[in-house]
Nanobody, 124 residues
Framework: QVQLVESGGGLVQAGGSLRLSCAAS????????MGWFRQAPGKEREFVAA??????TYADSVKGRFTISRDNAKNAVYLQMNSLKPGDTAVYYC???????????????????WGQGTQVTVSS
């Protein structure tokens, strides 16, 4: 199993930045894909970004503003969020896909393990 713990959420004004962190423990591997999803009130969970052992993938809504990175030595993945908008307000979840497929999946069903989430609120 893999355990995931997110941190770094909070309240920020529009145009500001936040950096989310996700610490993984248990049966981890640098070959696993790690992803970020988010869910706003009344909406379905949506893909934000993911990083496989080969490449990174972003949702169109965050391209150019968010950057995903990983530190395999620390079993961690990060999401640097810049130029935040009120529409980015959501609970952000970290997830792991153990398939080792070189291209990250963008559907939530492709991820097996999930963290508890961290709230990000962007005020206008």
């Amino acid at each position: 199993q893999v355990q995931l713990v997110e941190s770094g959420g909070g309240l920020v004004q529009a145009g500001g930045s936040l950096r989310l962190s996700c610490a993984a423990s248990g049966r981890t591997s640098s070959r696993y894909t790690m992803g970020w999803f988010r869910q706003a009130p009344g909406k379905e969970r949506e893909f934000v970004a993911a990083i496989s052992w080969l490449s990174s993938t972003y949702a169109d809504s965050v391209k150019g503003r968010f950057t995903i990175s990983r530190d395999n030595a620390k079993n961690a993945v990060y999401l640097q969020m810049n130029s935040l908008k009120p529409g980015d307000t959501a609970v952000y979840y970290c997830a792991v896909d153990r398939s080792t497929y070189p291209v990250a999946k963008v559907n939530a069903e492709g991820y097996e393990y999930w963290g508890q989430g961290t709230q990000v609120t962007v005020s206008s």
